[in-house]
């Protein structure tokens, strides 16, 4: 994207712009960064990358210590919201004497037994699920300002413009010579 410069004053450009904390999620959840970028209006610059990330319309998440960290799909730039919900499964012995295993971090079987009967343990478990929607006003609209500028911006080859010079400028030859020979 060709950013047009308003002004060379320098000062100028650090007012209008301010940092914010971002969290770019991708590869369908798998990975993600916390760059700080750039905050231009309603967008989001990464400046290095020169990708606008954006509308900030939603709502942010919180770190422990206050600080907003806005989300956005890495891919598409589209902003993100986090929606939290939490659900209890149980997990019920096989039969009265056999132990459903669960597994911990490192994937070794682990057996959970009542202490009082010796007989398996009914376990109840606290799911977390967290849901990401984008924004419902996005949907069908171009929202990257750099795909904007580069469908708007684009510049002909200059192959392709001495190509249409000599095509324009045989057709005038030819108009002209035909004008002559009628007169």
């Not at 750039?38 to 990464?46: A, I, N, T, Y």
């Not at 919180?62 to 993100?80: I, Q």
């Not at 959970?112 to 984008?134: K, N, Q, S, Y």
Request: proline share 6%; glycine share 8%.
């Amino acid at each position: 994207m060709a950013w047009k410069n308003q002004s060379w004053n320098p000062l100028k450009y650090f007012r209008r712009t301010e940092q914010v904390r971002c969290l770019l999620i991708g590869k369908n959840g798998g990975q993600y960064k916390f760059p700080t970028l750039l905050k231009e209006g309603d967008f989001v610059r990464d400046v290095a990358k020169d990708r606008v990330y954006g509308p900030m319309r939603l709502r942010p998440l919180f770190d422990l210590k206050g600080r907003p960290a806005y989300l956005f799909n890495e891919e598409t730039g589209a902003p993100l919201q986090a929606e939290h919900l939490k659900r209890t499964i149980e997990i019920d012995p096989k039969d009265g004497w056999s132990a459903t295993p669960i597994y911990d971090e490192d994937g070794n079987q682990l057996y959970v037994f009542d202490e009082d009967t010796g007989r398996p343990a009914r376990i109840e478990l606290d799911e977390t699920v967290i849901h990401m929607t984008t924004d419902p006003e996005l949907m069908g609209t171009l929202t990257s300002k750099t795909m904007l500028a580069n469908a708007l911006n684009r510049q002909p080859a200059i192959a392709m413009l001495l190509l249409v010079g000599a095509a324009c400028l045989l057709l005038g030859v030819l108009i002209g010579q035909g004008m002559a020979a009628g007169a």
